[in-house]
């Protein structure tokens, strides 16, 4: 400085570049300490050269110094302000996406259980298949299972594709109000935002609490009405029937009747004789406990397919329960279907189908396994002499219809055909 001429020096640009390299990277401290330091360097070239410290012109670089690092220093705030607020609107527009993104995975499965509610199909086994079909729109994976929980236990009734260990699995739990209702598990091809089937599953959940409550809703005034049915057909109905009979029985008596007036007395007497004893019958079935639904016996018999097992499908059209004498023996004849079928016949899928009003029905378990030849095995072999002689028990019949490499169908008919 002093070789160039003081303060006066053009010279003094070059202690600039410190303190605006200070104020741009480093903010205003240090803006403001080199700015310092700059000047106080200045001050002790300008006294080597005997020059006046407090002259305007050393008093102005001082002040340049100063200002230079305010300013830019500034200018660094703002830069750093405006970075952080677009970091921040980038996170926001992100964040925006990925909401929209589960909230139209959401809307979709929304729009199926609409569907499904709209087809008067809304079912354990239909909600479960929707919410699969729809995640694998959502989320590549090679296989997924949905269960539903019901008294506390799991019961399996939607599967896609090629499922594998519980271990192996992401594992989902949907919960109302902290009461886990369902699970779903998914075998995936490659990593996924867990966060987006976590938002799709909430329609999942709500529809299979609804679903609890509706049945929980239909037991009870099943059960209600079960109670009113059996108290009058014993209190009011049976008695008359009765007193009707024993009428009969004095008229018969009491007057030596035509040979065939007394025939047709007879007769009218056998007739009230087998309706009480249908009444009893009836009072009898109605005051028994409630069983299991045969749509839902044959879901819960479908989990125990497992992991390894195949695909079950149940569509049973259940427009009344059999009554439960009847309802006992059915579930038994499916049971044993299904599992010859898990053990033995090393199929890929099974299809439960067909139609259940009360007294009358028929249910066909079908499966793409490897068959046989029905005439060259003994009845025995596979529980089949068990599975008739319970058909038999209420007046059903059991046929069984396989080939070799060509699957078996097991059928179920009992009541007017």
Do not use: C
């Not at 009428?247 to 056998?270: F, N």
């Amino acid at each position: 400085v002093g070789l160039t001429g003081g303060v006066t020096s053009p010279y003094l640009l070059f202690l600039a570049a410190p303190v605006f390299f200070a104020s741009i990277f480093f903010g205003t401290r240090i803006g403001l300490e080199t700015a310092l330091l700059a000047a106080i360097g200045l001050a002790i070239a300008a006294s080597l050269d005997d020059q006046d410290l407090v002259s305007g012109e050393f008093l102005q670089a001082v002040a340049f110094y100063l200002l230079l690092a305010v300013t830019f220093a500034q200018a660094r705030r703002l830069l750093v302000e405006q970075r952080a607020l677009t970091e921040s609107l980038r996170e926001a527009t992100a964040l925006t996406a990925r909401r929209m993104e589960r909230l139209s995975a959401a809307h979709g499965l929304l729009e199926s259980l609409q569907g499904l509610a709209d087809t008067s199909d809304l079912n354990p086994v239909s909600v479960g298949e929707a919410a699969l079909r729809d995640l694998s729109l959502l989320v590549p994976f090679r296989g997924g299972r949905v269960t539903m929980h019901r008294d506390g236990e799991p019961m399996s009734v939607a599967r896609r594709g090629l499922v594998g260990t519980d271990d192996d699995a992401e594992h989902f739990a949907m919960s109302v109000g902290g009461v886990t209702v369902g699970e779903l598990y998914l075998w995936p091809d490659e990593p996924f935002d867990r966060e987006i089937v976590a938002e799709a599953l909430r329609p999942v959940a709500l529809a299979f609490e609804n679903i609890r409550l509706l049945q929980e809703i239909a037991h009870r005034a099943v059960r209600e009405e079960r109670v009113r049915l059996a108290r009058e057909l014993h209190d009011d109905l049976g008695p008359s029937v009765a007193s009707l009979g024993l009428g009969i029985d004095m008229a018969i008596h009491q007057h030596e009747p035509t040979p065939r007036l007394a025939h047709h007395l007879e007769t009218l007497r056998s007739s009230a004789t087998r309706l009480v004893e249908d009444i009893r019958a009836t009072v009898a079935d109605l005051r028994q406990e409630e069983s299991p639904s045969i749509v839902e016996h044959a879901t819960r018999i479908a989990g125990e397919a497992g992991a390894e097992g195949p695909s079950v499908m149940v569509d049973i059209d259940e427009r009344r329960p059999p009554r439960p004498a009847v309802s006992f023996q059915i579930q038994a004849i499916l049971t044993e279907a299904l599992r010859n079928v898990f053990d033995h016949a090393g199929a890929s899928t099974v299809a439960v189908a067909g139609v259940v009003d009360w007294d009358q029905g028929k249910i066909d378990v079908t499966d793409d396994g490897t068959g046989f030849d029905p005439s060259a095995v003994d009845d025995g072999h596979f529980g089949i002499i068990g599975m008739r002689e319970r058909a038999a028990k209420i007046d059903g019949v059991v046929s069984v219809a396989s080939t070799p490499g060509g699957g078996t169908t097991v059928s179920v008919q009992w009541g007017p055909t």
